[in-house]
């Protein structure tokens, strides 16, 4: 079947043209029309919006808004956003990241979502016409989701808070074995005193860690310290099995992933 | 389907078509204007087969729509060489046996572009990071990205 394109200057506009049937929202293109090269004929007409704030990074403090049409490369050379670069640099090649955009990120089936992971962790927020939710609640019903992402927003961690790590196979950019994103605030101790640990490829989309987290408060971040949580890291995965690695072997190896970040 | 106007620069001549709308870029370039430099090979973004500049950007043509590319500057393989004189990433990839098959060369060379334009004295990681979007399956890569060094010197040997 083939494609037509509709481009409107607003959100607004693109959002009531998507109400038609067969209709799907194009950012990048690296997710649709890759689909429709596949042969995706549930789709006959991409709408996309060039509404200037959906291409806007705005930073005030440690505030972040990223419109959903930024893509990777902006964000790996946005100045205030270098704890971010190498997540965002996770994502495909050179070429992908030039096209790959944040809101297409945000329902990029597993083994693909590298940086949604870093959202997730980050406890974002993801803005439409009907206001922000958790990124938490969005991820989980991103398919019955009819409304173009405007953008995301969260608070930048202080200095060494935030970490990622991407596993693959193929150096340096390949398809993910997993990734993991943390947020961790320590008290003056060391001790951890808030976590969020977000995974990729452990399902069929980025989910948390919260028995991980849960069993690092309190803890230092040493070999005995993060024992507890390494021996909950598997509670509630439920890994993809794909060309690049087995469900068993996603498992087997994250708690040897999760342990050289936080030992990091 | 009614077809739609499409109007950029392509290696720095301008270019009009009408073309069905949704078509790619890869498409409109091969299939209509003829210029088969980019190569199609799996049309999921995941080989540089296809990689083309637009605006100074790599982008790969194959997931690119040709109506998103109204007023841009297109650059392909085929518009590095002048007056008959190969590019000098060309020329290297030439002596430095860098291509076998050839399928993946035109993609290689515009990843290699951009690379060179902005980083013009680029270290060895910069040069495998640079590529790491483009697959070969013939060479096993280290020619090509000895060919992207030479490149790289010979460009500042000429402007010393």
Known sequence: MALALQTFSTVKEAN????VAGT????????????????????????????????????????????????????????????????????GGPAIRNMATVGGNLFAPAPYGDFTVALLALDTTVSTKDGEVPIETFVAKRESNHAIVTAVGFTLPVDGGFRFLKVSRVKPTGVAV?????????????????????????????????AAEKALLGRKLTSDGIEPALAV??????????PIASAWYRNEVLPVHLGRLLLA | MAKVPVQFTLNGAEKAEFIDSGTTLLHALRDKIGDTSPKGGCHQGTCGGCSVIIDGELRLSCLTLAETCNGAAITTASGLSEGGVLHPLQRAFLDAFATQCGFCTPGMIMAATVLLDHTPNPSRDEVVEALSGNICRCTGYEPIIQAVLTAARSNSQNAA
């Open chain 1, 178 to 210: 997993l990734s993991i994103a943390a947020v961790l605030e320590q008290a003056p101790d060391g001790t951890v005193s808030s976590a969020r640990i977000a995974l990729g490829c452990m399902a069929d989309r980025p989910m948390r860690a919260t």
């Open chain 1, 24 to 91: 799907r929202y194009l950012g990048g293109g690296t997710l649709v029309v890759r689909a429709a090269n596949e042969g995706d004929v549930s789709v006959s007409i991409l709408i996309r919006s060039t509404e200037p704030s959906l291409s806007a990074i705005t930073v005030s403090g440690d505030k972040v808004r990223i419109g959903a049409s930024v893509t990777m490369a902006a964000i790996a050379c946005h100045p205030d956003l270098s704890s971010l670069a190498h997540a965002a640099r996770a994502v």
């Open chain 1, 233 to 242: 890291a598997r509670d509630g995965t439920s890994p993809i099995t794909d």
């Open chain 1, 16 to 19: 009531a043209a998507l109400t």
